[in-house]
């Protein structure tokens, strides 16, 4: 009982199978012993709420935020004991807070909603009773077969049974699960394949049995248990070939009409849901997964919460000030009873304790008196400061999408933001750790060499060209290779010809590239639009071998090139024919039985298939990166292959190496059986099939390799130097080998050629591995060079983070540049996650495109995906995602600027306004006998924060621009001036502090000197009171807050100027209407008339003006005297900007030779009074100047002339 208690409270789940079983249609076994799995509905929910649980669990979740929690505290502390304040004024902002995140997550949960509900509600066609049942998605169950049309979205995880082709294929699109547009073929195993209509599905008697979800889309492991009539089986037979091991693993029944076979069934079955059906009249699968249990709904996992830097120093700010609180409360306490401790003031004639008060305890009496005290102060913690920094973020992100720099018009794509909780995390980057390919290059690979049987060639015009002269031929006289066609031809020249050369090397040469080049045409996964391959015979390809516009799709882009250079020379891929993949030769077409694809994987890292060629011999046809195919060869030009494709990467060109293997029938009759075997393995499917992968691939022939080049994106070089002029580091982390990385890496500037590079590579021992890095480290240290780079391969970075992570670490912080080649994909998660924990913790973005690059994405603080070729599961998985690697330039220097300048501001801003606030009511204490008396009204308390000051900082975090955006983006040096979070430091978090205490003290003081007195202000000899002494206070506070808030504004729109200035309109206006009416609703109306009163006092007025502009002045000549004595980078560029429209500005560019930072103050001064010379201006930046020594590169290009300075 107790079990199945904790079992339906999710603390003790049900044990659950590895596998499933599925019965096809299902037809359950009728003998009554078998009980039924149970399976979720096909709902899909990505709603997060329902109407009976919207409101406590979004309680609950917003309570969990410590701002949040505290004023719930406060708030219910007001409504038990006796406070100076009442609840509202805690209980209105916090119900206003609450309830605009309430509204806000309630409107996007019901948007979800609408989309779940129009998702499930969508109509689907079942097999059911022997016909076709319309019904709606969500009705579906495990066990049904579904009919698919054309261009129709898979409702749920379907395993393919048969399509309108005989052989059972059909193709879909998966863009809207990974992203890649291009075609892919699935396959139904070939005893189901015939079964093309209802009427037949209705008789198949057949199980599923698979692996229970997982959220891998590549990734499906099961077998297919077939019953049948045997006179069924024999009336299908003309349909598929039934192999001899096939015929072999046949398991008979008992009841001998009927035969039992087992299939395999693999990714290649399995038809995701959310995915489309492309090139296919119609197809029929069975569910085997659904509703929330699809992979597409299994990838709606979210990510780990990023947290940006700006937020932690927000959260360790509220700490502070939650020590000043409570620092202030314990004080006025204290002071409190040792005021009290005289008898006159502990109990005075007009205020006599009641005989309750008198027998109290004194505990109970200090514990209340402290909760009173800190309600009276507790809005020094400012609770509307998360509300507002949420809608800026929110807001702000828009920006990004909004700007034209960063859209793509080729691609039609624009930024996108993900997240919009790490804005200002831009403009804090100090490592940006970057894929090669399709993110520093196109991804758009072209066939440029190749090398066949130690015989380098190129393609210059579809013609392969060879390399200086061939060996058998020391003439030269074989000047080209046009295509096959030519070779061909060669053949049959006269013997006379010049042109010849001996027949045996030219009919060699024939059989080469022929097996060379078929190889390239049959070992992929490239697929033809079947409009496309409905004319396969002499139509497409003429007799002289230009093609019509046949368009190959291939999710490789490498597959793609090899396969258009092979039908180029001659070899023509036309596509798949059921289980043939047909080639036309030199027109001649030729048939190759396809029996079986061994899939390219990152660990293997090469791809193979076997073949039966027309002669009816088997080959193996293997191709990948040469350290996973050279290895295994055993015959044909090894070490000049090798050196060729050394060659090739130092050109900056991506190689692939090709190799064969012929198989005796003994030999692949025992490779097939183990294939079957393993395919249909349920347990250790992936060990089983890496090991008979490993027997197969072995004993091979070398043919040659191939170079596809992989241009560079558009200004990449210069957004490189630009990031590191910017200060920052930039890493590339590619799978690429080493040359090809070190190649590109010299070609768009992450390499210098001055630069002195470092190797760790080929390092087999951890000894080794430590010596090496201990070389480098001295060599970093003895060389005189200003720049260092460091090469490290896969291999070697897992023998230095294994027992030598801080020798790595010295070593690539001395080096201005590391590129890490042979990377597997959760090795560039690795580095990235030694980096973040570094003594330093510096902050990283991590940027690729493809789906090896998802896991750096999400380890990185900030992940940006580009929006490129490889699919878009980088995009998918990132913060933030871009059309090209050019837009990361302006995506941190102006976005990323703004961004941190304007938070950063708006986060001390609230801290700074709420000293201000909070101050003088803790000052008001020494004078009322800390009897706990409000200085302020109970709705100014309330509203301060909402509606008086919240518009002007808010606009201001939207809008603000302290500098021009062309002048960040130029100048990138700008950057450092906020890296290291500088602008949230200790430091300035203290000079906002000190501010806000002595801008309070001001308020107070000043107010108190003009009204403390027992002097009349008014013309009728009447006294102001204590609402009239605090009005006058908030008054002076509200006006010189947000003028401070103006202050710090530098780029004005009538936005913000409404805001500004309307916020103090706002006040004055609704202080008159709220003083000025007698308010029936309210209980006590302590500020009837109090506001107009004051306002009628002309030494008010003038009390106002001097307060204000004494806080501000001070703060003014700060503001002026750093930006002569130190300025910033960003305050020269601002004041350069300023130039053209002002004559002789005083200027970081108009100091002479050898002048000091003094200087400048005395030529403003002679500017003042007239004597400013334009001779004494001209110059040029030089090394001796104390302010830009460390922006040369930027700013010392030029000479200055008065003209524009």
Same mark, same amino acid.
């Given at each position: 009982?107790?079990?199945?208690?904790?079992? $339906?409270?999710?603390?003790?789940?049900?044990?659950?199978?590895?596998?499933?079983?599925?019965?096809?249609?299902?037809?359950?076994?009728?003998n009554?012993?078998?009980?039924?799995?149970?399976?979720?509905?096909?709902?899909?929910?990505?709603?997060?709420?329902?109407?009976?649980?919207?409101?406590?669990?979004?309680?609950?979740? $917003?309570?969990?935020?410590?701002?949040?929690?505290?004023?719930?505290?406060?708030?219910?502390?007001?409504?038990?004991?006796?406070?100076?304040?009442?609840?509202?004024?805690?209980?209105?902002?916090?119900?206003?807070?609450?309830?605009?995140?309430?509204?806000?997550? =309630?409107?996007?949960?019901?948007?979800?909603?609408?989309?779940?509900?129009?998702?499930?509600?969508?109509?689907?066609?079942?097999?059911r009773?022997?016909?076709?049942?319309k019904?709606?998605?969500?009705?579906?169950?495990?066990?049904?077969?579904?009919?698919?049309?054309?261009?129709?979205?898979?409702?749920?995880?379907?395993?393919?049974?048969?399509?309108?082709?005989?052989?059972?294929?059909?193709?879909?699109?998966?863009?809207?699960?990974? #992203?890649?547009?291009?075609?892919?073929?699935?396959?139904?195993?070939?005893?189901?394949?015939?079964?093309?209509?209802v009427?037949?599905?209705?008789?198949?008697?057949?199980?599923?049995?698979?692996?229970?979800?997982?959220?891998?889309?590549?990734?499906?492991?099961?077998?297919?248990?077939?019953?049948?009539?045997?006179?069924?089986?024999?009336s299908?037979?003309?349909?598929?070939?039934?192999?001899?091991?096939?015929?072999?693993?046949?398991?008979?029944?008992?009841?001998?009409?009927?035969?039992?076979?087992?299939?395999p069934?693999?990714?290649?079955?399995?038809l995701?849901?959310?995915?489309?059906?492309? %090139?296919?009249?119609?197809?029929?699968?069975?569910?085997?997964?659904?509703?929330m249990?699809?992979?597409?709904?299994?990838?709606?996992?979210?990510?780990?919460?990023?947290?940006?830097?700006?937020?932690?120093?927000?959260?360790?700010?509220?700490?502070?000030?939650?020590? @000043?609180?409570?620092s202030?409360?314990?004080?006025?306490?204290?002071?409190?009873y040792?005021?009290?401790?005289?008898?006159?003031?502990?109990?005075?004639?007009?205020?006599?304790?009641?005989?309750?008060?008198?027998?109290?305890?004194?505990?109970?009496?200090?514990i209340?008196?402290?909760?009173?005290?800190?309600?009276?102060?507790?809005f020094?913690?400012?609770?509307?400061?998360?509300?507002?920094?949420?809608? $800026?973020?929110?807001? =702000?992100s828009?920006?990004?999408?909004?700007?034209?720099?960063?859209?793509?018009e080729?691609?039609?794509?624009?930024?996108?933001?993900?997240?919009?909780?790490l804005?200002?995390?831009?403009?804090?980057?100090?490592?940006?750790?970057?894929?090669?390919?399709?993110t520093?290059?196109e991804?758009?690979?072209?066939?440029?060499?190749?090398?066949?049987?130690?015989?380098?060639?190129?393609?210059?015009?579809?013609?392969?060209?060879?390399?200086?002269?061939?060996?058998?031929?020391?003439?030269?006289?074989?000047?080209?290779?046009? *295509?096959l066609s030519?070779? %061909?031809?060669?053949?049959?020249l006269?013997?006379?010809?010049?042109?010849?050369?001996?027949?045996?090397y030219?009919?060699?040469?024939?059989?080469?590239?022929?097996?060379?080049?078929?190889?390239?045409?049959?070992?992929?996964?490239?697929?033809?639009?079947?409009?496309?391959?409905?004319?396969?015979?002499?139509?497409?390809?003429?007799?002289?071998?230009?093609?019509?516009?046949?368009e190959?799709?291939?999710?490789?882009?490498?597959?793609?090139?090899?396969?258009?250079?092979?039908?180029?020379?001659? @070899?023509?891929?036309?596509?798949?024919?059921?289980?043939?993949?047909?080639?036309?030769?030199?027109?001649?077409?030729?048939?190759?039985?396809?029996?079986?694809?061994?899939?390219?994987?990152?660990?293997?890292?090469?791809?193979?298939?076997?073949?039966?060629?027309?002669?009816?011999?088997?080959?193996?046809?293997?191709?990948?990166?040469?350290?996973?195919?050279?290895?295994?060869?055993? =015959?044909?030009?090894?070490?000049?292959?090798?050196?060729?494709?050394?060659?090739?990467?130092?050109?900056?060109?991506?190689?692939?190496?090709?190799?064969?293997?012929?198989?005796?029938?003994?030999?692949?009759?025992?490779?097939?059986?183990?294939?079957?075997?393993a395919?249909?393995a349920?347990?250790?499917?992936?060990?089983?099939?890496?090991?008979?992968?490993?027997?197969?691939?072995?004993?091979?022939?070398?043919?040659?390799?191939?170079?596809?080049?992989d241009?560079?994106?558009d200004?990449?070089?210069?957004?490189?130097?630009?990031?590191?002029?910017?200060?920052?580091?930039v890493?590339?982390?590619t799978?690429?080998?080493?040359?090809?990385?070190?190649?590109?890496?010299l070609?768009?500037?992450?390499f210098?050629?001055?630069?002195?590079?470092?190797?760790?590579?080929?390092?087999?021992?951890?000894?080794?591995c430590?010596?090496?890095?201990?070389?480098?480290?001295?060599?970093?240290?003895?060389?005189?060079?200003?720049?260092?780079?460091?090469?490290?391969?896969?291999?070697?970075? *897992?023998?230095?983070?294994?027992?030598?992570?801080?020798?790595?670490?010295?070593?690539?912080?001395?080096?201005?540049?590391?590129l890490?080649?042979?990377?597997?994909?959760? $090795?560039?998660?690795?580095?990235?996650?030694?980096?973040?924990?570094?003594?330093?913790?510096?902050?990283?973005?991590?940027?690729?495109?493809?789906a090896?690059?998802?896991?750096?994405?999400?380890?990185?603080?900030?992940?940006? #995906?580009?929006?490129?070729?490889?699919?878009?599961?980088?995009?998918?998985?990132?913060?933030?995602?871009?059309?090209?690697f050019?837009?990361?330039?302006?995506?941190?220097?102006?976005?990323?600027?703004?961004?941190?300048?304007?938070?950063?501001?708006?986060?001390?801003?609230?801290?700074?306004?709420?000293?201000?606030?909070?101050t003088?009511?803790?000052?008001?204490?020494?004078?009322c006998?800390?009897?706990?008396?409000?200085?302020?009204?109970?709705?100014?308390?309330?509203?301060?924060?909402?509606?008086?000051?919240?518009?002007?900082?808010?606009?201001?975090?939207?809008?603000?621009?302290?500098?021009?955006p062309?002048?960040?983006?130029?100048?990138?040096?700008?950057?450092?001036?906020?890296?290291?979070n500088?602008?949230?430091?200790?430091k300035?978090?203290?000079?906002?502090?000190?501010?806000?205490?002595?801008?309070?003290?001001?308020?107070?003081?000043?107010?108190?000197?003009?009204?403390?007195?027992?002097?009349?202000?008014?013309?009728?000899?009447?006294?102001?009171?204590?609402?009239?002494?605090?009005?006058?206070?908030?008054?002076?506070?509200?006006i010189?807050?947000?003028?401070?808030?103006?202050?710090?504004?530098?780029?004005?729109?009538?936005?913000?100027?409404?805001?500004?200035?309307?916020?103090?309109?706002?006040?004055?206006?609704?202080?008159?209407?709220?003083?000025?009416?007698?308010?029936?609703f309210?209980?006590?109306?302590?500020?009837?008339?109090?506001?107009?009163?004051?306002?009628?006092?002309?030494?008010?007025?003038?009390?106002?003006?001097?307060?204000?502009?004494?806080?501000?002045?001070?703060?003014?000549?700060?503001?002026?005297?750093?930006?002569?004595?130190?300025p910033?980078?960003?305050?020269?560029?601002?004041?350069?900007?300023?130039n053209?429209?002002?004559?002789?500005?005083?200027?970081?560019?108009?100091?002479?030779?050898?002048?000091?930072?003094?200087?400048?103050?005395?030529?403003?001064?002679?500017?003042?009074?007239?004597?400013?010379?334009?001779?004494?201006i001209?110059?040029?930046?030089?090394?001796?100047?104390?302010?830009c020594t460390?922006?040369?590169?930027?700013?010392?290009?030029?000479?200055?002339?008065?003209?524009?300075?």
């Amino acid at each position: 009982m107790w079990r199945w208690v904790r079992q $339906q409270l999710g603390f003790d789940p049900p044990h659950q199978s590895d596998t499933r079983t599925i019965y096809i249609a299902n037809r359950f076994p009728q003998n009554g012993l078998y009980t039924p799995q149970k399976f979720i509905d096909n709902r899909i929910i990505s709603s997060k709420y329902t109407v009976w649980n919207f409101v406590p669990k979004n309680l609950f979740e $917003q309570f969990r935020r410590v701002a949040n929690f505290y004023f719930l505290i406060i708030f219910l502390v007001q409504l038990m004991i006796d406070t100076p304040t009442s609840p509202i004024t805690s209980g209105l902002p916090l119900f206003f807070v609450i309830t605009v995140t309430a509204i806000k997550q =309630g409107y996007e949960d019901w948007l979800r909603h609408n989309s779940d509900n129009e998702v499930n509600g969508a109509p689907v066609y079942v097999v059911r009773s022997g016909g076709l049942v319309k019904t709606r998605s969500k009705n579906i169950r495990v066990g049904d077969i579904v009919r698919i049309a054309k261009d129709e979205i898979f409702p749920a995880d379907l395993v393919l049974l048969s399509s309108d082709r005989l052989d059972g294929s059909c193709h879909v699109t998966t863009a809207s699960l990974d #992203g890649e547009t291009n075609l892919k073929t699935h396959v139904a195993v070939p005893e189901t394949a015939v079964l093309q209509t209802v009427a037949n599905l209705d008789t198949l008697v057949a199980v599923i049995e698979c692996q229970q979800p997982e959220a891998d889309l590549y990734r499906f492991m099961g077998r297919m248990i077939i019953t049948q009539h045997m006179e069924e089986i024999v009336s299908y037979s003309f349909s598929f070939h039934v192999s001899f091991t096939e015929r072999n693993s046949n398991r008979k029944t008992t009841n001998a009409p009927r035969s039992t076979q087992c299939k395999p069934l693999g990714p290649e079955s399995l038809l995701l849901r959310g995915a489309r059906l492309k %090139n296919t009249k119609e197809i029929f699968g069975v569910a085997i997964y659904t509703g929330m249990e699809t992979k597409m709904a299994l990838n709606y996992k979210s990510k780990s919460q990023k947290r940006s830097a700006v937020e932690k120093s927000m959260n360790t700010f509220l700490i502070i000030y939650l020590i @000043i609180l409570i620092s202030e409360a314990t004080i006025s306490t204290i002071l409190k009873y040792t005021w009290q401790a005289e008898g006159k003031w502990d109990e005075p004639w007009y205020n006599q304790k009641t005989e309750h008060q008198r027998n109290s305890s004194k505990i109970l009496r200090f514990i209340s008196d402290f909760l009173a005290f800190l309600v009276l102060y507790n809005f020094i913690i400012p609770i509307s400061l998360y509300v507002t920094v949420e809608m $800026q973020k929110f807001l =702000g992100s828009f920006f990004i999408g909004w700007d034209l720099d960063l859209y793509h018009e080729e691609s039609d794509q624009k930024a996108q933001v993900n997240t919009s909780d790490l804005n200002e995390e831009l403009g804090q980057v100090e490592y940006v750790f970057t894929d090669k390919t399709g993110t520093l290059t196109e991804n758009e690979m072209q066939f440029r060499e190749c090398s066949i049987n130690g015989i380098k060639y190129q393609e210059i015009n579809g013609r392969l060209v060879p390399e200086g002269p061939t060996p058998d031929s020391p003439d030269g006289n074989v000047s080209y290779l046009s *295509s096959l066609s030519h070779l %061909n031809n060669l053949a049959h020249l006269p013997a006379s010809s010049s042109f010849r050369t001996s027949p045996e090397y030219e009919l060699e040469l024939i059989k080469e590239h022929n097996l060379f080049f078929k190889a390239v045409s049959l070992c992929h996964t490239v697929q033809i639009s079947s409009v496309q391959t409905d004319g396969i015979g002499d139509g497409p390809w003429q007799s002289n071998l230009t093609p019509s516009p046949l368009e190959y799709y291939a999710s490789s882009p490498d597959e793609k090139a090899l396969v258009e250079a092979a039908a180029r020379i001659g @070899i023509v891929f036309i596509g798949n024919s059921e289980e043939t993949m047909e080639v036309k030769i030199l027109g001649k077409l030729e048939r190759y039985k396809l029996l079986h694809v061994l899939e390219f994987d990152s660990d293997r890292r090469r791809m193979s298939v076997i073949v039966q060629a027309p002669s009816g011999e088997k080959f193996l046809f293997a191709k990948g990166a040469e350290s996973s195919i050279l290895p295994r060869c055993i =015959g044909g030009e090894i070490e000049k292959t090798r050196i060729h494709v050394d060659e090739f990467a130092l050109k900056g060109l991506r190689t692939l190496c090709i190799a064969y293997r012929q198989f005796a029938p003994k030999e692949y009759e025992v490779i097939d059986r183990r294939l079957f075997e393993a395919r249909t393995a349920l347990q250790q499917r992936e060990e089983k099939l890496a090991n008979v992968f490993q027997f197969i691939e072995k004993d091979l022939i070398l043919l040659g390799a191939t170079a596809v080049e992989d241009r560079l994106q558009d200004k990449v070089r210069e957004t490189i130097e630009a990031l590191r002029m910017a200060g920052i580091k930039v890493w590339v982390l590619t799978g690429d080998k080493h040359e090809t990385a070190v190649s590109v890496s010299l070609s768009c500037g992450h390499f210098h050629r001055t630069m002195n590079i470092l190797e760790l590579t080929n390092q087999k021992s951890d000894s080794g591995c430590a010596e090496q890095l201990r070389r480098l480290a001295r060599r970093i240290t003895e060389d005189h060079v200003i720049q260092h780079g460091l090469v490290v391969d896969g291999t070697s970075l *897992s023998l230095a983070l294994r027992e030598h992570e801080k020798l790595f670490m010295e070593v690539c912080r001395n080096c201005s540049a590391v590129l890490c080649c042979r990377m597997a994909p959760l $090795q560039k998660a690795k580095v990235i996650r030694l980096i973040k924990i570094s003594p330093e913790k510096p902050i990283t973005l991590a940027i690729g495109d493809g789906a090896n690059d998802v896991s750096m994405i999400q380890e990185a603080h900030v992940g940006i #995906g580009i929006m490129g070729k490889e699919g878009r599961q980088a995009a998918r998985n990132s913060d933030y995602a871009i059309a090209r690697f050019k837009f990361l330039s302006k995506l941190l220097f102006v976005h990323g600027h703004f961004y941190y300048i304007r938070i950063a501001t708006l986060v001390q801003y609230f801290f700074y306004k709420n000293v201000c606030f909070i101050t003088p009511q803790f000052l008001y204490q020494f004078y009322c006998l800390f009897s706990q008396q409000t200085l302020y009204d109970s709705v100014y308390l309330t509203l301060y924060n909402i509606c008086f000051t919240s518009l002007p900082v808010l606009m201001y975090s939207l809008l603000e621009q302290h500098i021009d955006p062309h002048v960040l983006q130029s100048k990138p040096t700008l950057y450092r001036d906020i890296s290291k979070n500088c602008h949230l430091s200790i430091k300035t978090f203290l000079y906002w502090t000190m501010l806000g205490f002595s801008h309070a003290f001001i308020f107070f003081f000043g107010s108190y000197f003009l009204i403390g007195k027992d002097i009349s202000l008014l013309g009728n000899g009447q006294m102001f009171g204590n609402w009239t002494f605090g009005t006058l206070v908030f008054t002076v506070m509200v006006i010189t807050v947000t003028v401070k808030m103006a202050l710090e504004t530098h780029f004005w729109t009538w936005v913000n100027h409404l805001v500004t200035w309307g916020s103090i309109i706002f006040y004055f206006v609704f202080s008159l209407f709220y003083g000025g009416i007698f308010w029936p609703f309210l209980g006590s109306q302590n500020m009837y008339f109090v506001f107009i009163q004051l306002l009628s006092s002309g030494s008010a007025w003038f009390a106002i003006i001097l307060m204000v502009v004494t806080c501000l002045f001070v703060d003014i000549v700060k503001k002026v005297f750093d930006r002569q004595l130190c300025p910033t980078s960003t305050e020269k560029a601002q004041l350069t900007e300023a130039n053209s429209g002002v004559q002789c500005l005083d200027s970081m560019c108009c100091f002479s030779e050898g002048q000091t930072a003094c200087a400048s103050v005395g030529r403003m001064l002679d500017r003042v009074i007239g004597s400013c010379s334009p001779a004494h201006i001209s110059r040029s930046w030089s090394a001796s100047d104390p302010f830009c020594t460390s922006d040369r590169s930027i700013l010392t290009l030029s000479t200055m002339d008065s003209s524009t300075c």
